[in-house]
Structures are given as structure tokens and as C-alpha cells.
């Protein structure tokens, strides 16, 4: 009986990770028909059917459940294997993989980034700019600046510091609306907010406003796109503080019209942190993101 092959195991290990093969492609930086090959190759191997396909994606069978468990610490391994041998490295040189939010990725890492670059440049930044968990065990990202307390077990969380919201809206919608004087007062005003996050929900009912999510005329989960309607002069929206006060073309409306703060954690797993390069990548991110 033939062994399986490790990339088939990995490309199993994706697919089950992530539901389907576009998904999966998406993430191992592959493409669906090498997955798929991959997938039909083990299932052969073995002899054995490990996923039911659906319209909906790739579901486990009983089988490929059982066989999951241990290609999932057959990766994990694999990845310790290669931050421990990365870690012998002592230049501060290479490839540092960040994941931040859209807003964090957009508006405040790129300063901080080109001083990073400036200081060393030998040090080759990687930025995913997603709203989504990734895994740094799998190297998926080796640092994650995130806008909640990770929940992945085995990884180093340091809370960095909290980024208080402000609403903003542009002169002219301000003179043509006025200005909220009061929270209250947002309610006969056009407010920008996001669908399915209850964030800023949540910070008005911190502060006394009970509101739900028909208070938002133009709702978008993108943050980024929420602040381009803000800009454009569409109402009023919520920015974090360092990221709105520095928008000249936006006024802050009403410091009683905030909408309280969001926690801004540093994720890297322990490993990677004793990675020349990403021990100080993590340490300039915790230094200029505290200050």
C-alpha cells in the first residue's frame, strides 16, 4: 500500500480547515484542481471517502473526521519544525507576515511601517488586511493586531492599548444639518454604522442610547468603505479618534456623540516571537501603537 504524501495531507488539512476548495486555494496559495487532485489521491491511498461534496462545500465523512485529528498535529508540528529552525537565524532579515483589520491595515500601519522599513530595511513586510481570525501556528500570519482578546489557544496576547471612536461628518454636511449637541441628539441626524456588528450598538447602549440597527441609514460592515461615505458627506459615522482627527476633509462633531472605544491586542505565537526578525517587527508595532 502506497504512503501518503505530505502535500496531500496538507491540502486535506486545508480543506477541512476552511469548508471548501476555493476557500482553501484562497488561503495555501494553490489553486482548486491541485486540491482536488490531492484530495482524490488520499481518498485512493486510503480507500477511504473523506469528504461528501455539496453545493454548500466539502463536509467530513466519519473517516476523514478521524483522519483529521492527526493531520492536524502532523501540520502543527510541521510548523513548530519551521519557527524552531527559523528561530537558530540571527540576522534581521527576511519575510514578517501581518494581519490587521482593514481600518488598523489602512489608516495606521503605513507610517508606522515605513519608519519600521527605514530602521531595517532588509526586513520584507507581508500585510493581510482582514476582519477574519487567521492561524499563527500555521503561519497563516506570524502577527496579528486585532480589535479583541484572541480565543487561539498557545499564543502570546498582549493588550496594546484602547482606540477610543469619535463621530466625524464634513463641514458641509454640518452646516446644511447642524451639530449634535447632544447623543440624544444623533437621532435626527443621518448616521453611517455597520450590518451584521453590533460595535457601535453596543457602545451607544454603554453611554445611555438604546438604538438598533434600522438608527443607521447606510449600513456596510466595511469600515472602510463606512468612512468614504463619511467623507463623501453622507452623515455622520464613527472613525477611531487617531484615525478621524487627522482627516482633514472631516470634523469631529460632538465629543458627547462618541460611541466609547475598541481594545487593540498584539498576537504572535511564542515561537515566532524568538524569530529575530519577528521579535522586533513585534516590538516596534507594541512601541509605536502604545504611544
Known amino acids: 500500500m502506497a504512503e501518503p504524501d505530505w502535500s496531500q495531507i496538507q491540502s486535506f488539512a486545508a480543506v477541512a480547515e476552511h469548508g471548501s476548495l476555493s476557500a482553501a486555494a484562497r488561503a495555501q496559495d494553490s489553486s482548486q484542481p491541485t486540491l482536488s487532485r490531492h484530495i482524490a489521491q488520499l481518498e485512493a491511498t486510503l480507500g477511504a471517502r473523506l469528504f461528501d461534496r455539496s453545493s454548500g462545500g466539502m463536509v467530513l465523512t466519519d473517516d476523514g473526521a478521524d483522519l483529521l485529528v492527526h493531520a492536524t498535529a502532523m501540520a502543527d508540528a510541521a510548523a513548530r519544525f519551521d519557527m524552531t529552525r527559523d528561530g537558530h537565524g540571527s540576522d534581521i532579515a527576511g519575510t514578517v507576515r501581518l494581519t490587521a483589520s482593514h481600518v488598523v491595515a489602512n489608516f495606521i500601519l503605513p507610517p508606522i511601517l515605513m519608519e519600521l ?16 481570525t487567521e492561524n499563527l501556528l500555521r503561519r497563516e500570519a506570524d502577527i496579528a493586531l486585532r480589535m479583541y482578546r484572541p480565543t487561539q489557544p498557545d499564543v502570546i496576547a498582549r493588550h496594546i492599548t484602547d482606540l477610543p471612536l469619535g463621530a466625524y461628518a464634513t463641514p458641509a454636511y454640518i ?22 456588528s453590533t460595535l457601535i450598538i453596543d457602545g451607544f447602549a454603554a453611554l445611555g442610547l438604546k438604538v438598533g440597527r434600522d438608527f443607521f441609514a447606510f449600513r456596510s460592515d466595511d469600515q472602510v468603505l463606512c468612512w468614504h461615505m463619511v467623507i463623501a458627506g453622507y452623515g455622520i459615522g464613527f472613525a477611531q479618534v487617531r484615525v478621524g482627527d487627522a482627516d482633514p476633509r472631516v470634523v469631529r462633531v460632538s465629543r458627547d456623540g462618541d460611541a466609547g472605544s475598541m481594545p487593540l491586542w498584539l498576537t ?24
Open 268 to 291: 504572535a505565537h511564542p515561537d515566532l516571537r524568538r524569530i529575530p526578525r519577528v521579535r522586533r517587527v513585534y516590538d516596534w508595532l507594541a512601541n509605536a501603537l502604545s504611544a
Open 117 to 132: 522599513h527605514d530602521a531595517y530595511p532588509a526586513i520584507q513586510i507581508e500585510v493581510v488586511a482582514s476582519d477574519s
Open 175 to 196: 452646516a446644511k444639518h447642524g451639530a449634535p449637541e447632544r447623543l440624544e441628539d444623533l437621532r435626527h441626524h443621518t448616521i453611517i454604522g455597520y450590518d451584521r
